[in-house]
């Protein structure tokens, strides 16, 4: 198998061909690490490789699963996993390492991918680009150079647009799954709050504002890794209702679709603007939705004071740079330096010393009422459509980290008006890059389902996915999904 033939294949097509021995997963891994060191050296998206272990691990051969062999990308978000360093796109946290591996690390190698590489992030994670100075350069969106690649998991989302691999992992604490998704032009999912485990050594992050994901560029793809990895971890302080059938099985076609109410919002908060190439996006999914068998209508935008809640969402993510930093620096021996951190995260740094306990647990309260008002607010719908971002793909250096922290807060909360709200709810949201500029950018809009019904927002998107493909591979891809439907029933 070649490079070119290799992108053409989604991730369970790649795994069934080396469990049939048809490819090797040796041949499947060099063709990724040939393909991410073209990507990396065009795009800037890879840090932390282990380049020669990685291809020892799949000349080795993986356990007999629906992933077995197949290669994969770790954001370099701090997850834990004994092969790799992290840095969490920071100069502080250079070569971070770990003892143990995460609970969801150690449930990817068991459904037998094989990460090699990390992928470069904002500082934190807490930028909705990805232009961390730690990365020596901005992770460039391979659609057009002069944007933003989005954040904070933007060179998982690079990886997967350049066929570096299938899928990689994300996640998203306010949009970061979601924003480079959109920016990037393909399919990323944020699921309920811990469908994914956070543990062994933590039960929640960012005041259970944050989830790790997965990028992808087949629906089906990524609901086949929720199947393998996803699921209650036991002490875990939250849990998604229990799923009522595999994941993989809502994403394939059936004779008859039950048909969905689907609500839209197409005005922001406060008046904020959405560039008429994400309305027209939103107004071309409605309809396709409505040819598929679907109602859609308007539906109005629950009522809450959106300045409060980006107030309460620095106030979190201000005091978790406190927590990390000072973490790090004990390890270290030695106090916050000049150039430690980039201005707006110094910034919070100062902000997250000030804030009491009382602020804090108000800014949880504020979560919580949120969350209740969306779901009070689709009350009604199976389905919320929206934008995914307020506009096109920022440009590069438009939303770094400089200045004033809450200024900082306030620019990107403008940028990703429809995406933290739902990191406070928990609930599951998926963004699609269903329409595209005559430039070639995506435009991508967001499907919202209620809390625990994964299955429904994955379904639907499989739904829009065979509708309208947005790569050139899916439109081939089913004509065979027929004899995968009965496969993935009997699983």
Known sequence: ??????????????????????????????????????????????????????????NRGAPATRFSG????????GLPAQRFP??????????????????LVERFEKAGLIPFAR???SELCMAPTTEALANGGPTLNPWDISRSAGGSSGGSAVAVATGVVPLAHGSDGGGSVRIPAACCGVFGFKPSRTLLPLGPNRGESLGGMASDGMLS???????????????????????SPPKQASFLSCTYPSLQSQPLRIGVWREAWEGIAIAPECIA????????????????????????????????????????IVLLADARLRQLGRPLEEGDLEPAIADGYEVGKTISGAHYVQAINEFHMVGRKIE????????ILTPTLTSL???????NPVGDFHEFRRRVADYTTFLAILNASGQPAASLPLIWTREGLPVAVQLVGHFGQDDVVLRLSGELERASPWLPMLKNKWKSQAAHAVAALHD
């Open 1 to 58: 198998m070649n490079r070119e033939e290799y992108k053409q294949f989604d991730g369970l097509d790649l795994a069934e061909l080396i469990s049939r021995r048809e490819i090797s997963a040796v041949d499947t891994m060099q063709c990724a690490v040939g393909l991410a060191q073209e990507s990396d050296e065009k795009f800037n998206i890879l840090c932390h490789e282990r380049i020669e272990e990685s291809l020892e691990l799949s």
């Open 70 to 77: 197949l290669p994969f990308l770790l954001k370099d978000s």
């Open 86 to 103: 992290s840095s969490i796109g920071s100069r502080l946290f250079a070569d971070t390492q770990y003892a143990q591996n995460s609970t």
């Open 119 to 121: 992928t470069r992030v």
């Open 217 to 239: 560029r087949t629906v089906r793809d990524t609901a086949a890794l929720l199947d393998a990895v996803g699921g209650y971890e036991p002490g875990g302080p939250y849990a």
């Open 281 to 320: 996006a939103v107004d071309a999914t409605a309809s396709l939705l409505r040819e598929l068998g679907h109602t859609v209508v308007d539906a109005a935008l629950p009522g809450f004071d959106y300045s409060k809640f980006v107030h309460a969402h620095a106030t979190v993510l201000a005091t978790n």
């Open 376 to 383: 009070s607010g689709m009350h009604g719908f199976d389905v």
């Open 393 to 399: 793909p920022a440009k590069l250096g438009s939303l």
